[in-house]
């Protein structure tokens, strides 16, 4: 079992930047590739960036490609989402979720066992 915590949203305006945290428990969340999904209200959950266990691999959309940037520190089971020049239609409820399968990277929901609360970024024009 693995219990995820982020944290880090808030109100930002338009070419500002975020930091999210998701926090894990559990010894094998450094095991796990781990991604980051939003859902916007009426739109919905869509994959943003994810890692494989090592970080050997990632993984964008092109939404965000060259803004957002993904890393993690399994000595502290955490995974970040840096969030840069951001804009109005970035504004989303940011979710983490885990994947058992270490080495796949998949953009598809179905693929991930566990699932954060998530995080409320808005971002003003």
């Known amino acids: 079992q693995v219990q995820l915590v982020e944290s880090g949203g808030g109100l930002v305006q338009a070419g500002g930047s975020l930091r999210l945290s998701c926090a894990a428990s559990?010894?094998?969340?450094?095991?796990?590739?781990t991604g980051w999904f939003r859902q916007a209200p009426g739109k919905e959950r869509e994959f943003v960036v994810g890692i494989t266990w090592n970080g050997g691999r990632t993984a964008i959309s092109d939404s965000v490609k060259g803004r957002f940037t993904i890393s993690r520190d399994n000595a502290k089971n955490t995974v970040y989402l840096q969030m840069n020049s951001l804009k109005p239609e970035d504004t989303a409820v940011y979710y983490c979720?885990?994947?058992?399968?270490?080495?796949?990277?998949?953009?598809?929901?179905?693929?991930?066992?566990?699932w954060g609360q998530g995080t409320q970024v808005t971002v003003s024009s």
């Open positions: 559990g010894r094998t969340f450094s095991s796990y590739t």
């Open positions: 979720a885990v994947d058992r399968e270490s080495e796949r990277l998949s953009a598809r929901r179905t693929s991930y066992d566990y």
